[in-house]
């Protein structure tokens, strides 16, 4: 079975920093773009950021909110991926989900989510 | 940025009835190679994403028939033939043309 499984999660302080993991169970993770995705409670999902494959030079692209604070990195070796989060804020308070794009199918396989909360 | 317009937000449909959720884009999403570039999924309780529709028309593997996407100008529509129990949750309408990839509001939808 293909999956993707999370790790990293947990509670910070403003300010602070988190990374998350994100492992490939069952397929490469090479040949795939990597997309994360948020949801804060009760609301709906925001994209937040993508890296490509090797092919495409493993180019990122941020939502305007986290670019600068957020990192996405890959290690096709170990069939993981990761979301580097610095300078926390309240607002970043969400459930964070990995997702795959093989293309030229959409996001097929997602991970279970994390949960990130950042409160003083 | 592209923006997603999703109706209605709530949908109370009897099983057995058909059921429809309007998405529309601020421009369009067709891709240089001729596809439009509109995904739908479903988040079930608890669950994350899971993905029905790609690419404006496709089901994705292990979706009932009774799921149709569907395109006119830079309005979406994605439909159900006949609800069942198991379709209740928030469906989202997304668009990958590109970046940032922007999401509908979400339309729940939910047994009557």
């Known amino acids: 079975e293909e999956q993707l499984v999370q790790s990293g999660g947990g509670l910070v302080q403003p300010g602070e920093s988190l990374k998350l993991s994100c492992a490939a169970s069952g397929f490469s993770l090479s040949g795939s773009d990597i997309h994360w995705v948020r949801q804060a409670s009760g609301k709906g999902l925001e994209w937040i950021g993508r890296i490509k494959t090797k092919d495409e030079n493993y180019v990122t692209a941020y939502i305007s909110s986290v670019l600068g604070r957020f990192t996405l990195s890959r290690d096709d070796s170990k069939n993981t991926a990761f979301l580097k989060m610095d300078s926390l804020r309240t607002e970043d308070t969400a459930v964070y989900y990995c997702t795959r794009r093989p293309h030229p199918m959409s996001f097929d396989v997602w991970g279970q989510g994390t949960v990130v909360a950042v409160s003083s | 940025d592209i923006v997603m317009t999703q109706s209605p937000l709530s949908l109370p449909v009897t099983p057995g009835e058909p059921a429809s959720i309007s998405c529309r884009s601020s421009q369009s999403l067709l891709h240089g190679n001729g596809a439009y570039y509109l995904d739908w999924y479903v988040q079930k309780p608890g669950q ?17 028939d009774r799921f149709s996407g569907s395109r006119s100008g830079t309005d979406f529509t994605l439909k159900i033939s006949r609800v069942e129990a198991d379709d209740v949750g928030v469906y989202y309408c997304m668009q990958i043309l590109q970046t940032p990839v922007t999401f509908g509001q979400g339309t729940r939808l939910e047994i009557k």
């Open chain 2, 48 to 64: 994350p994403p899971q993905l029905v529709i790609h690419l404006t028309s496709n089901r994705a593997s292990g979706v009932p």
